[in-house]
């Protein structure tokens, strides 16, 4: 197993250097933490991961659970685990105190997130699972069900999951067939299947409590007639817990993350299983979206998770494997050098490098944004929201997309030995790949962001973002050596308006086709854009570090290695928006005009 699998360093910079996030105790929800209390949960999730989740990283990949008599049967360490998450309130860490929960901000649970993911995705999953669907309850269910569920998910006795996906309607919840049928005893008799639940069932805890997407009978057609329902595994009855009439029909066999099941379920079989209706009937997808920026901010960090891990196994791997010589080296007796010596890996890990902490940076400037509109009002509320809102699609993909990339050039560093199961790159390439899958697919993102983010608001959301962007741009000292890149990303800036206005044309004329048929390379363009941001963020505070005379040698260095980091994005990553703009502007429709017999 490599070493280290993140940096806490970095982490340190970005939380305290970048984003100021103590400046967050100002507020009253938040004013019980500061960076003491902040250092002292993030060390004790470093050391849970040491402990807990590293050293069954490939274990949990090697002896997968399996599907036996009609149950599901997880590695021992899970339930160890689900205690423990439980004990140490990482559950529970975002809610109120009155909720049993820390009253945490945001961008330290997700970093909390990061940790966990870097150090083994499967594990890191069960308790976050239950964050999401422990939360729908507590904001929009009744006192009766909070009372009932809450605190045996709180405490790990019992998983938490969102069941959305059927084998029909996949993406498309209008689809959902799912039914709820009203009965005599105040609840819903619930019948249909859902497919692709992630810790659907399982061994490790006594119950699962399905948060799931019915529609009730007589409801309208499409999203406006679907409701939410808490749907358990087993229902309490006299006390005690009784079968609820959900069956676990399967399991999927996946290609990575496969420490953690993925069950297909089938409900009301024997006409009982009893669903009970969270908030409204009818505003089931409303509450779901509600909870859908923060469940697709988790997916970007746990890719980016994924990906530091990789990128850190393949840098040990870089610095231990001697091979070859310097490209000047004239004497073949010479003695071979490290590969990291060599500038093409080193352009593999300065790439991996420049992905992972510019994506970690817009993941933690979002999670702030979210903190903030929970403490804010009026017009700063609003702002905070269209910023996260806008945001979200490409937080969600752009760490999705490239870490399969990275997780790629991860198993490259390390040649031939990449592709073998005794090295864990290629365990992290398995693992990462499901998320431009998970809460919906980069086709699906691209389509949120142009068709509806962009359109909100007449605009409003994209103005308030290009202006964070030129405040960032305009603080660049005119003696700074990071100039060139200023101008770059004003340039990007524009170009990206510009391709805007001429696709948002499109749609005023009533060519909706035309209009979203790019939509996909839109957000790659948009994305580029946004991480160059990010990067230009931290370019400027580490070239002010670095001119401080009393700086160690390994805050030198870490400040350097930034440094390099950001001339490599903008020397390799920002020039690829060029084609991306030729394409965009293109009157050619291509994927809009031809026969689908074409493939053939």
Known sequence: MPKQYLSFRNIQFLLYEVFDATSLGKYTYYEDHNKETFDMILEAAKQLADKHLHPYFSEMDRKPPHYTNGKIYVHPKVKELMKLYGEGGWISATSTYEEGGQQLPLVISNLIGFIFGAANYSASIFPFLTTGASNLIRNFGSEELKKQYIPKMYAGEWQGTMALTEPQAGSSLSDVQTTATPSERGDYLIKGQKIFISAGDHDAVDNVIHLMLARIKGAPAGTKGISLFVVPQKRVESGQLVNNDVITAGMYHKMGYKG?????????????????????????????????????????????????????????????????????????????????????????????????????????????????????????????????????????????????????????????????????????????????????????????????????????????????????????????????????LAEAIQHLHAVTIHLTDLAKQGKPENFLADATLYLEYFSIVTIGWQWLIQGLVSEKALRKTNLGEDDRHFYEGKMAAFYYFFEYELPKIEWLHHRLISTNRLTVTMESAYLN
Do not use: W
């Not at 905070?384 to 870490?403: C, G, N, Q």
């Not at 490259?412 to 592709?419: A, N, P, R, S, V």
């Not at 090295?423 to 993102?445: C, M, S, V, Y």
């Open 260 to 488: 953690a099941p993925i069950a297909h379920l089938i409900m009301g079989e024997k006409e009982d299983c009893r669903g009970y209706l969270v908030g409204e009937a009818h505003k089931g997808l409303s509450y779901m979206f509600q909870m859908m920026n923060e469940a697709r901010l988790g997916v970007g960090m746990s890719a980016i998770s994924i990906a530091s891990g990789a990128y850190y196994a393949s840098l040990e791997y870089a610095r231990e494997r001697p091979q070859g010589r310097l490209l000047s080296a004239k004497n073949p007796a010479e003695a071979q050098v490290n590969i990291i010596e060599h500038p093409d890996v080193r352009r593999m890990l300065l790439f991996q490098k420049s992905v992972i902490e510019g994506s970690l940076s817009l993941l933690l400037q979002c999670s702030l944004y979210a903190d903030l509109e929970k403490v804010s009002e009026g017009v700063e509320k609003e702002s905070y929201f269209l910023l996260l809102d806008l945001l979200t699609p490409i937080a969600k993909s752009y760490p999705s997309e490239m870490a399969i990339l990275t997780t790629s050039a991860a198993i490259q560093c390390l040649g031939g030995y990449g592709y073998l199961e005794d090295f864990t790159p290629e365990q992290f390439f398995r693992d990462t790949r499901i998320h431009p899958i998970h809460e919906g697919t980069t086709g699906i993102q691209g389509l949120d962001l142009l068709g509806r983010k962009l359109m909100m608001h007449e605009g409003k959301a994209l103005t308030l973002l290009i202006d964070e962007m030129r405040k960032t741009i305009v603080s660049v000292p005119k003696e700074s050596g990071i100039r060139i890149q200023k101008h770059e």
